[in-house]
């Protein structure tokens, strides 16, 4: 007969009969290794890297295709909507390839293939086994030089996207983005993430069509191939495929933003609610400038992990909210700070009030060597982290290359991090985290909001 198992705690784990047991030291934080890359662009103007990761037998493909508005400027435009329909059965079928073949060519390498649009750009992602990477250019080739639209898939496609979109305009974090954006860019493109629905059912296959035709173009375009490949092997094999992709012009980028300026807050009436959404934004740095390792940095002491100031204040002491956050959004040629915050109503105008505190007080009380190391060593680990495996590595790629990027940029930024200095962050603290710097959003019930918030100051009530 066996002797009973017995099972001790995590707290009886961690003390020994001298007191808790020591944690080890944390571990050196290793870069990114040497990676072995191709970086060319083809003679249709498509840009391509190439990276060798040989982790697993695998390889990923991203395509980013700018795909900006170029009737930006005229009222009325129809471009959301196309290039969500567009986006939705661009995979649908081809000359030579029905759904099912695209799908079953696919599967039969291990593969996959899906189209995703934005206001930025078009993208296409993909991932094979290795010995599969010329069936995916193959069928890449093949839907991007001659996709069909078959008109059932269209109809059918179409009648899920308006469907969708009804229901996504019901959320809340949605109705919150949606007025930030207004907020910030009024009616520039970029704060049109989602058509309206009545726009998608209007859309017909002929129209279709024409966007693709004018919009989906190599020149100005990046493919990213990442995984166990010789990349000049992977280069050859992408010309071999994609050669022939051509087009007139060149892929429409996004137009330059408006700069984000700071000033009141927004109330948005959202009648019976009884969670609110608080949104603002601030002025950012893009990757580029000399200053932004230092504003990453603060900004991860903001709000940016869980052991930030901001989260410490109003979800660990407070309890206002149970999920806070900071983060930078970057754009072609611009960038912003975002805070996010869903609270109960009755505690909403308290948790903006200490978000306000927490903006000020990280200028005006700078971090401490040891919060600036703690958010380097975050900022660092995350970064490795993400991009380790070929998935996050290659869409990490495509996104730096569609900010105008390289892999350089990647490589190097460990050690930028590691050279920023106290100093450094107090100074882009005191600039970037001014409560004055920061507009933005709140969305909920103004009947139940508007006595707190009136009295708090800083606030435009409907």
Same mark, same amino acid.
């Given at each position: 007969?066996?002797?009973p198992?017995?099972?001790?705690?995590?707290?009886?784990?961690?003390?020994?009969?001298?007191?808790?047991?020591?944690l080890?030291?944390?571990?050196?934080q290793?870069?990114?290794?040497?990676?072995?890359?191709?970086?060319?662009?083809?003679?249709n103007?498509?840009?391509?890297?190439?990276?060798?990761?040989s982790?697993?037998?695998?390889?990923?493909?991203r395509?980013?295709?700018?795909?900006?508005?170029?009737?930006?400027?005229?009222t009325?435009?129809?471009?959301?909507?196309r290039?969500?329909?567009?986006?939705?059965?661009?995979?649908?079928?081809?000359a030579?390839?029905?759904?099912?073949? %695209?799908?079953?060519?696919?599967?039969?390498?291990?593969?996959?293939?899906?189209?995703?649009?934005?206001?930025?750009?078009?993208?296409?992602?993909?991932?094979?086994? $290795?010995?599969?990477?010329?069936?995916?250019?193959?069928?890449?080739?093949?839907?991007?030089?001659?996709?069909?639209?078959?008109?059932?898939?269209?109809?059918?496609?179409?009648?899920?996207?308006?469907?969708?979109?009804?229901l996504?305009?019901?959320?809340?974090?949605?109705?919150?983005?949606?007025? @930030?954006?207004?907020?910030?860019?009024?009616?520039?493109?970029?704060?049109?993430?989602?058509?309206?629905?009545?726009?998608?059912?209007?859309?017909?296959?002929?129209?279709?069509?024409?966007?693709?035709?004018?919009?989906?173009?190599?020149?100005?375009? %990046?493919? $990213?191939?990442?995984?166990?490949?010789?990349?000049?092997?992977? $280069?050859?094999?992408?010309?071999?495929?994609?050669?022939?992709?051509?087009?007139?012009?060149?892929?429409?980028?996004?137009?330059p933003?408006?700069?984000?300026?700071?000033?009141?807050?927004?109330?948005?009436?959202?009648?019976?609610?009884?969670?609110?959404?608080i949104?603002?934004?601030?002025?950012?740095?893009?990757?580029?400038?000399?200053?932004?390792?230092?504003?990453?940095?603060?900004?991860?002491?903001?709000?940016?992990?869980?052991?930030?100031?901001?989260?410490?204040?109003?979800?660990?002491?407070?309890?206002?909210?149970?999920?806070?956050?900071?983060?930078?959004?970057?754009?072609?040629?611009?960038?912003?700070?975002?805070?996010?915050?869903?609270?109960?109503s009755?505690?909403?105008?308290?948790?903006?009030?200490?978000?306000?505190?927490?903006?000020?007080?990280?200028?005006?009380?700078?971090?401490?060597?040891?919060?600036?190391?703690?958010?380097?060593?975050?900022?660092?680990?995350?970064?490795?982290?993400?991009?380790?495996?070929?998935?996050?590595?290659?869409?990490?790629l495509?996104?730096?290359?569609?900010?105008?990027?390289?892999?350089?940029?990647?490589?190097?930024h460990?050690?930028?991090?590691?050279?920023?200095? %106290?100093?450094?962050?107090?100074?882009?603290?005191?600039?970037?985290?001014?409560?004055?710097?920061?507009?933005?959003?709140? %969305?909920?019930?103004?009947?139940?909001?508007?006595?707190?918030?009136?009295?708090?100051?800083?606030?435009? @009530?409907?």
């Open positions: 007969m066996s002797a198992t017995t099972h001790r705690s995590a707290e009886e784990i961690g003390r020994t009969e001298q007191g808790p047991r020591p080890p030291e944390l571990g050196e290793r870069a990114a290794v040497d990676l072995s890359t191709v970086d060319t662009v083809l003679g103007g498509l840009r391509v890297i190439a990276v060798r990761r982790s697993v037998p695998l390889v990923e493909v395509l980013r295709i700018p795909f900006g508005d170029p009737a930006a400027s005229s009325g435009s129809t471009h959301a909507a290039a969500e329909l567009l986006a939705s059965t661009v995979l649908t079928g081809t030579t390839r029905s759904r099912v073949d %695209v799908d079953t060519e696919l599967a039969l390498v291990g593969g996959e293939l899906d189209a995703v649009v934005d206001p930025e750009r078009l993208a296409f992602s993909g991932n094979a086994l $290795v010995s599969g990477l010329d069936t995916v250019l193959d069928v890449l080739k093949d839907v991007l030089t001659g996709a069909s639209y078959p008109a059932e898939e269209i109809e059918r496609e179409r009648a899920r996207l308006v469907e969708r979109i009804r996504a305009r019901s959320q809340p974090n949605v109705i919150a983005r949606e007025a @930030l954006q207004r907020h910030l860019y009024g009616d520039h493109p970029f704060a049109k993430e989602m058509p309206e629905a009545e726009e998608v059912a209007a859309i017909g296959r002929d129209e279709v069509l024409a966007l693709h035709a004018s919009a989906v173009l190599p020149r100005g375009s %990046v493919l $990213v191939v990442v995984g166990d490949i010789e990349p000049d092997a992977a $280069v050859r094999a992408v010309e071999g495929a994609l050669g022939g992709w051509t087009g007139e012009g060149t892929a429409v980028s996004l137009s933003l408006p700069e984000v300026r700071g000033g009141d807050v927004l109330l948005v009436h959202r009648p019976g609610a009884v969670q609110s959404q949104r603002l934004a601030g002025r950012g740095l893009v990757r580029t400038d000399p200053r932004y390792p230092a504003l990453q940095i603060a900004n991860l002491v903001f709000g940016g992990f869980f052991s930030s100031r901001l989260v410490e204040n109003i979800r660990e002491d407070k309890g206002y909210t149970y999920s806070a956050r900071s983060h930078p959004e970057f754009t072609p040629e611009s960038a912003a700070v975002l805070v996010d915050a869903d609270t109960a009755e505690v909403t105008a308290a948790a903006l009030l200490e978000t306000r505190y927490e903006l000020g007080r990280l200028g005006l009380v700078p971090p401490s060597e040891s919060e600036v190391d703690t958010a380097r060593r975050y900022a660092i680990g995350s970064l490795l982290t993400a991009t380790s495996s070929q998935g996050g590595l290659a869409s990490f495509v996104n730096l290359a569609g900010l105008g990027l390289d892999i350089e940029w990647f490589t190097g460990p050690a930028r991090l590691e050279a920023v200095t %106290v100093e450094q962050v107090a100074e882009v603290a005191l600039e970037f985290f001014a409560p004055s710097s920061f507009t933005g959003v709140l %969305v909920g019930d103004a009947d139940l909001l508007a006595p707190q918030l009136r009295s708090l100051g800083g606030v435009s @009530l409907p």
